[in-house]
């Protein structure tokens, strides 16, 4: 008898194969490497990678994201995002996801029709309808496709799928970008957006399992899961952690007690 996670995936291939071409919006995130190799396997050249150059993504997931494609031999197109000069997305409302999402995909789109490709598919599933989410406003605006919400797939399928294909994103961490660490209204600039990126790049030196720096001001709150919180108060690791968080421009270092979790921001908006 098919495992019911089988006929998903026979569910998304049949899906992918009713197009003549996709251009998949790449971020090289658990979700989006998962969707790029199927629609590869499936459409061949006929698929072609785009990814965002953001001051929101760090340079390593960049790099993975580039390696990937090489070592797939998928043909990847970048281009220069331009959120950071956009006043809705710097002024930080509560759509500030709308408005960014809704220029990336424009720009997908555009560079997808010089490419003589009709559809751009985007990697969410079918958790992301559980959270507050105003980019898929953006997305059903301009029928940008979901491959993975069409086959109902859910993040845990996603990643056992991605282990059994050999994908060596199947255990990495779930990944945002980094505009979703600033509490609504506090102005992101690229200064700040450093600040938390490089923050953050010292907790994934520390092979921390899942971890984010919530910036309020001049002050970091940092989440992790309630198993690592030994690990982040280790004096060692302590001290590492307020040196260089100090380093990257912050003045008062935090630990949430209440751990990691997604979408913590948005916690305000039902109080």
């Known amino acids: 008898m098919m495992r019911e996670i089988d006929q998903k995936l026979e569910d998304l291939q049949r899906y992918i194969a009713s197009f003549d071409g996709i251009a998949v919006a790449f971020s090289g995130g658990v979700d989006s490497t998962f969707l790029l190799k199927v629609c590869h396997d499936v459409l061949g050249d006929r698929c072609i990678a785009i990814t965002a150059q953001s001051e929101s993504f760090p340079a390593r997931e960049m790099e993975e994201a580039t390696a990937f494609c090489e070592k797939e031999s998928i043909r990847q197109i970048l281009f220069r995002s331009g959120e950071t000069e956009l006043e809705q997305y710097v002024s930080n409302p509560k759509d500030r996801c709308y408005h960014c999402k809704h220029l990336l995909f424009s720009k997908m789109q555009q560079i997808a029709s010089e490419q003589g490709i009709t559809a751009v598919a985007e990697g969410s599933n079918m958790d ?31 990643r056992e799928l991605s282990k059994e294909m050999g994908l060596p994103t199947w255990s990495k961490q779930s990944f945002a970008c980094l505009a979703s660490r600033f509490v609504y209204g506090e102005r992101i600039t690229p200064e700040k ?62 630990m949430d007690l209440m751990g990691y979790r997604t979408g913590s921001m948005n916690e305000v908006l039902s109080q």
């Open 193 to 254: 957006l450093r600040m938390v990126g490089n923050a953050e790049e010292v907790l994934c030196d520390m092979g921390l399992a899942q971890y984010r720096v919530r910036i309020h001001g001049s002050m970091a709150r940092i989440e992790v899961l309630p198993f690592d919180f030994e690990c982040i108060l280790r004096e060692e690791n302590r001290e590492r952690i307020i040196r260089e968080f100090r380093k990257a421009g912050f003045t008062y270092v935090t």
């Open 128 to 158: 992301d309808l559980g959270d507050y989410r105003p980019g898929l406003r953006a997305i059903a605006e301009l029928q940008v496709i979901s491959p993975l919400r069409e086959a109902q797939l859910y993040k845990s399928e996603i």
